[in-house]
């Protein structure tokens, strides 16, 4: 049911326009069109939507999004027909952002992805529970970013194997590592474990050493490197 916002809304609204330019892929048209709805009332131009797989493809050819909002399983299989669009997506298509927007933990198939370049996302929907916070997240994507789910992140790093180089990290590392691949600054995570930027900077340069990951200025080329080297373990 839908409710008029209070009196001032039209100016938020219209002070937002121009926000990007998206598809939105999934097969449940409820979800399909929930999504459209939250996306055009928070300044989105939703210029495509797709039910499956090879609709998304030809959405995204007609129109260049700015951002394409996927799910991973679409028809006809209902398995990773979605995911495999989003490659293509980045191989022909590489200035488009991309989200995958899942019910289900697929972190095998979709790292390849994740490591591909910037502007790529994973996020699980049942996680998508503040309508701003999942606004800030697109906008990450469409920025630049590459952002990984924090639950998605504590999967991979709990994956534990015989000489696994994440075993050298400490635990405050680990935590450090995960907010990194969310996406966050230095500044975010020093807020998120109430300790200094300058503490966190340390953290980091442990982190990378270990890893023999380079350091670089930029915060999503930095958790690029660290999903590249999780996808090479």
Do not use: C
Not at 6 to 12: F, Q, Y
Not at 50 to 72: C, F, K, N, R, Y
Not at 104 to 129: C, F, M, N, P
């Amino acid at each position: 049911m839908t409710t008029r916002a209070r009196d001032g809304s039209d100016a938020d609204e219209q002070a937002h326009r121009g926000r990007g330019r998206v598809v939105v892929a999934d097969d449940d048209v409820l979800v399909r069109e929930g999504v459209t709805s939250l996306l055009q009332r928070s300044g989105f131009e939703v210029v495509g939507q797709a039910g499956d797989a090879t609709e998304l493809l030809h959405q995204v050819s007609d129109h260049h999004p700015d951002l394409a909002i996927v799910d991973i399983r679409m028809p006809p299989t209902h398995a990773t027909e979605g995911l495999a669009a989003a490659y293509r997506i980045r191989r022909e298509f590489p200035k488009v952002g991309i989200v995958l927007l899942s019910a289900y933990v697929q972190l095998k198939d979709a790292i390849e992805l994740l490591a591909s370049g910037e502007g790529v996302g994973y996020l699980l929907k049942a996680r998508v529970t503040d309508v701003n916070e999942f606004i800030q997240f697109l906008e990450r994507i469409m920025g630049g970013g590459s952002i990984v789910d924090a639950s998605l992140v504590k999967e991979l790093l709990g994956a534990q194997r015989k000489n696994d180089p994440l075993a050298a990290l400490s635990n405050r590392e680990r935590e450090v590592l995960a907010l990194m691949a969310e996406g966050r600054s230095n500044a975010g995570i020093a807020r998120a474990l109430w300790v200094t930027e300058t503490t966190i900077q340390k953290h980091i340069q442990h982190i990378l050493t270990k890893l023999s990951l380079s350091a670089g200025p930029d915060d999503h080329r930095r958790v690029l490197a660290v999903l590249t080297w999780l996808k090479a373990r």
